[in-house]
Every structure is written in C-alpha cells, then in structure tokens.
C-alpha cells in the first residue's frame, strides 16, 4: 500500500476534471487501497477540529481496512477527542496487535494512555506505561505517566523514582535555557551560536540522551555550517523521540538543502506516516520529487495538495511547471488557467501561461498573454 497512490485517488474523485487518464487512475486505485481515501478526508476533518465528520470518515477507513494500523491510531484519537476512551483505547489495542513499526507502536501507545487517563483508569495507565518504558526507555511520556499515576494512588516514592528518570531524559536545567536564549536573542553578539554550542555540548556529556537538547544542538550547527554533526544530532534527537514526525521533518528539510533529494524524501515519507495528509510535508516532498527528476511522483503530490487545498492556487501551479517540465502542454494549459482564475492579478502567471501557448502554436494568445502581464506590471500600485 503506497501513501501517495492514495492521495492521487483522492484528487481523482474529488476534482473529476483532470481527464480520462487520471479517471482510469482513479479506478484502479479505488481497486487497491479505497480505505485510504476515507483515511485522508477523516485526518483532515480531525485536525480541522470536526471531530464526529472525523469519526464517520475513519469508520468507513478501518470497515474498509481493518488491518490499517494507521486508520486505527487516527480513529483512536479521534475517539480520544470525543470522549469515548474505551473505544479509543481498544483501537490503539488493535493497532498494536498488528505489530505497526517501532514509530507507530509508540504514537499508539501514547494516545491509550491518554486514553486511560480520561478514563482515570490509574493501574491500566501505570501498565501501559510499563510497556512503553520496555519498548523505549528513552521515550520520557511513559515516565511521565507512570509518575503521574502513581501519584494518583499515592504511591510517592514510586512517582520519585520515575521522577529522577524525567530528570534524567528531558532536563531542563539552567544550562540548556541558557543556550536556548542565546540562541533566541538577537542582542547576544556574532558569537552567541558558538557559545550556545559550547554549553550543550557540556549539557549532553551529563545528559546525552536529553533528545530536545540534540535537536537544539543541529539547529546551531546547521548555522555554522557543520555538516556532519547536524547529521549526527538530527539522526540523535530522533533516535530519543522517534515518533515526533516534526523532527524527521526538519531532518528532511535540511538534507534538501544539502540537495540530497532521495534522503530527504525518504525522510518527508516517514513523517506523512506519522502525520497523513500534512500539506507542508507533502508540498516539500512534491518538491525534492521534481528536483530529483521523479515528475511522475511529483504530480501525484501536487494533485493531492490540491485536492486536500481545492482553493489553493500553489499546488496547482506548481503541478502547471512539471507538466511543462515533461512536455505535457495540454495538461500544463488547463491548470495554468485554472491558477488564473483564482489569482487574476499576479502577472506571472500570464507570463508562464503565454510560453505554453506559444509551444501549443497558439501565437496570438501568447501575445495577449503578455500584454497583460506588462499591463499588470506597470499598472498602479493600490
């Protein structure tokens, strides 16, 4: 099951002006992997706060899949939304019982402890958050949780020693604020990045598995130019927090920059997994797909940004340039009228729509085309 074949369906049926190719598409799609369609419009009802359009959406997703350890988690949280924590918990059950990655178990069990907690199911809290403390130790939630319901039973001496590993794997003691200031304040000099890279390095020799402090770390040497040990520090701070997709996010970001496109892709992929449909991973990932040369992949994103964004012109013109890219005028024509009926006063849009007049043989709208857009250039400025 591919995550982009699945958009791609989505954008299908949700336009249906994309021509007989894309409907054929769509067919074989609605074949193979239907439960993501319904996957994709119920995340976008949940982030959108739209909890019961979620729900019905996510229902169809697992009747469709039941075995879609990612429909389960995304229908848990939903339920966890909605209050019903033994649906949710009992989904999350589900989705670890399939065996998901290492990334997936851990989000999983996450949200049934959120679960339990809204259930004020104390003792099945602590358990869950026993496992999660055996899957990775590293994780500080399943400390944090065991701590705190402990403490709800009144057992404090057990809350200590849970206490004493928080301490350990998140502190946030004077010295790692001291360089997240300097880092901050624009006041601190040329040299405040250096000095900053300094105190974390003291802090991570007596806190080394502190992930937040890693993820600081990379984003100084990433300024300064350090290559090697950005690399390191991102490959770190994920190994401490492998579920957070905002970190293999920012990881891809700058291997994109290093133009390392295959990397980075690799990298938005994995964070989609952990947070579907997300239009900023997916517009990089569409990106790094037509910089590598992969048009075909990279189409498939732009459509399904638009799909998820129909009032976003951004996608579609992008989407305009790898048509012109790979020599499908046609297609390249279409959107970029459709970019122009959505922003009418951007004068480069009349520029690039005049080029793929001028290569359909299309001369005199070509011509008009770029009339406009001078006009547009030189127009008054409001």
């Known amino acids: 099951m591919h995550f982009r074949q699945a958009l791609i369906l989505i954008t299908a049926l949700a336009l249906g002006v994309e021509g007989q190719a894309l409907k054929c598409l769509a067919a074989d799609l609605e074949k193979t992997d239907p439960a993501w369609k319904y996957l994709m419009q119920g995340t976008a009802e949940l982030d959108a706060a739209h909890y019961k359009q979620g729900e019905s959406f996510l229902n169809q997703a697992v009747s469709t899949d039941p075995k879609s350890v990612v429909a389960l988690i995304q229908r848990g949280r939903c339920y966890n939304r909605l209050g019903k924590y033994a649906l949710a918990a009992s989904d999350f059950d589900k989705a670890l019982s399939l065996h998901p990655g290492v990334k997936l178990a851990i989000q999983a069990r996450k949200n049934k402890i959120s679960a339990l907690e809204g259930r004020k199911d104390w003792k099945q809290m602590i358990a869950a958050a026993t496992d999660m403390i055996k899957l990775y130790p590293y994780e500080p939630m399943g400390y944090i949780a065991r701590h705190n319901a402990n403490e709800k039973l009144g057992e404090y001496a057990l809350a200590k020693k849970d206490m004493q590993m928080i301490q350990l794997l998140a502190p946030r003691n004077p010295s790692f604020w001291q360089a997240t200031n300097l880092i901050k304040s624009e006041g601190g000099g040329p040299g405040r990045f250096e000095a900053a890279l300094g105190i974390l390095n003291k802090h991570l020799q007596n806190h080394p598995y502190d992930g937040e402090a890693y993820f600081q770390r990379a984003s100084i040497n990433a300024h300064l130019g350090h290559t090697s040990q950005t690399m390191a520090d991102y490959d770190a701070c994920i190994k401490y927090a492998p579920d957070r997709f905002t970190l293999n996010a920012d990881r891809a970001r700058y291997l994109t920059q290093l133009k390392r496109y295959k990397e980075a892709i690799s990298g938005y992929s994995d964070a989609l997994q952990l947070?579907?449909?997300?239009?900023?991973?997916?517009?990089?990932?569409?990106?790094?797909?037509?910089?590598?040369?992969?048009?075909?992949?990279?189409?498939?994103d732009y459509t399904a940004l638009s799909a998820l964004h129909p009032d976003d012109e951004d996608p579609v013109h992008y989407r305009a340039r790898v048509y012109v890219l790979t020599k499908q005028?046609?297609?390249a024509l279409t959107d970029y009228d459709r970019v122009i009926y959505m922003a009418p006063d951007q004068a480069a849009n009349y520029t690039e729509r005049s080029k793929v007049y001028e290569k359909l043989g299309r001369h005199e709208l070509a011509v008009k085309d770029t009339e406009k857009a001078a006009a547009l250039l030189n127009g008054p400025i409001h």
Request: aromatic share 10%.
């Open 329 to 331: 005028y046609a297609k």
């Open 275 to 300: 947070s579907p449909g997300n239009d900023h991973l997916m517009l990089d990932r569409a990106s790094c797909y037509m910089r590598l040369g992969d048009y075909q992949n990279s189409i498939k």
